[in-house]
């Protein structure tokens, strides 16, 4: 794929024009893995299935839109980006995501932001996220009902993981990597983007500022440890804002300057913490606990290969209805309700509210459209409307 306005060579100007020259194939999940620009313009879908009542035509239509949209970014400048290469999963998927390399991303990501600490630590760390949803979560196979749900991070998965059980008994515990058995359903859930972006602003600033994780104080179990900060110091540009001192120490090479953390949340700076927060996910920057920004569209397939079908979507903000619909599918009364778990009464506090940090992205529209333009997939294929300051946008 070549850079910029190029990127994606056929116009797609009209819906019309797509299923004119589209066939059947188009609304299948097509797991290609040539690299042709046909090929990878092919890539810019939905995940497949019949979810949400999804048509053919509505398949195309989307299908459509996300494609129109890799042109508009390209004639905006923006770049594949070669450094995102690896343990990329969208050619054997059958679809890219936001996280995916051949998605367009402004040239400025291109720079890490700390390069030099980039060059000395590249062998140990990520550089940017991968495409995929963390090779170390975990899906719930239900032995009774032949489906498996696939937790989606700050979509109430600690809620959900309680109610499933409940719900429809026994089930085992298995790695997001492994296939579907044959015959089985796929359920997954989502939550509206902006607000499950907002939810994740305020799990890392929780994890960062007051070390504490959805279980209790972070521990080694929440992969945190003595080199979290650090690593946060040099892979972000919004966490020097609120941990940064520079003075003289003493190290290995004797007395110098350096920049050591000292931790303050000045609500003066939040919209500029806020602004470096969506920044990083613009660029898609890998750092800790950075999956719990990547988009939902990756998180709902959970199987190597190419992808399989989702047969039902949980919206959360329809919770009755999906869990309703799943119970129709799978033949069963529902005897459980599903409670609500993570509260924020349980944290310890001083930081912004969800409120408070989705009120402040609403007085800086272009911030909202960024996060439009990020989450545009989620948006379009999981049918949330654009906020209105994202109207026209794609």
Not at 99 to 115: F, G, H, I, R
Not at 124 to 142: F, M, N, S
Not at 329 to 343: A, H, V, Y
Request: charged residues 25%.
């Amino acid at each position: 794929m070549t850079a910029g306005a190029g990127t994606v060579s056929k116009s797609l100007s009209s819906q019309s024009e797509l299923k004119a020259s589209s066939d059947s194939s188009a609304v299948v999940n097509n797991c290609t893995t040539e690299t042709g620009t046909d090929a990878e313009e092919d890539l810019f879908r939905c995940p497949p299935g019949s979810y949400l009542n999804n048509t053919d035509a509505e398949v195309l239509a989307k299908k459509a839109r996300l494609q129109s949209l890799q042109n508009t970014l390209g004639l905006m400048g923006y770049l594949s980006n070669s450094r995102e290469e690896y343990k990329a999963e969208y050619t054997t998927r059958g679809y890219a995501t936001y996280e995916s390399p051949v998605w367009l991303k402004p040239e400025e990501c291109q720079t890490l932001p700390d390069e030099e600490w980039t060059a000395e630590n590249n062998e140990w760390y990520y550089q940017y996220q991968p495409d995929h949803a963390p090779t170390y979560i975990t899906k719930q196979r239900y032995t009774d009902y032949e489906f498996e749900f696939h937790d989606n991070w700050k979509v109430a998965s600690t809620s959900f993981s309680s109610y499933f059980p409940c719900e429809y008994g026994d089930h085992e515990t298995v790695n997001e990597a492994e296939g579907i058995p044959e015959g089985y359903k796929v359920v997954a859930a989502t939550r509206y983007p902006m607000s499950r972006f907002v939810s994740a602003v305020g799990e890392l600033l929780e994890r960062s500022m007051n070390h504490y994780c959805p279980s209790g104080y972070c521990q080694t179990k929440d992969s945190f440890d003595n080199e979290t900060l650090w690593k946060l110091q040099h892979q972000t540009t919004w966490y020097p804002l609120m941990c940064n001192e520079t003075k003289l120490v003493y190290n290995e090479t004797g007395l110098r300057w350096e920049t050591v953390p000292k931790c303050h949340f000045d609500y003066e700076k939040f919209p500029e913490i806020l602004t470096a927060f969506v920044h990083d996910k613009k660029c898609n920057y890998y750092f800790y606990a950075s999956e719990h920004f990547v988009s939902q569209s990756a998180f709902v397939t959970q199987n190597d290969g190419c992808a399989h079908d989702i047969d039902t979507i949980i919206r959360l903000e329809e919770l009755d209805e999906g869990l309703d619909e799943v119970a129709a599918k799978l033949g069963k009364t529902m005897s459980c309700t599903m409670g609500d778990s993570n509260s924020a009464s349980n944290k310890p506090g001083g930081l912004p509210s969800e409120s408070m940090t989705y009120e402040l992205l609403e007085k800086i529209p272009t911030l909202m459209k960024d996060l439009c333009m990020i989450y545009a997939q989620d948006f379009i294929c999981f049918d949330y409307d654009l906020p209105a300051e994202c109207e026209g946008l794609f």
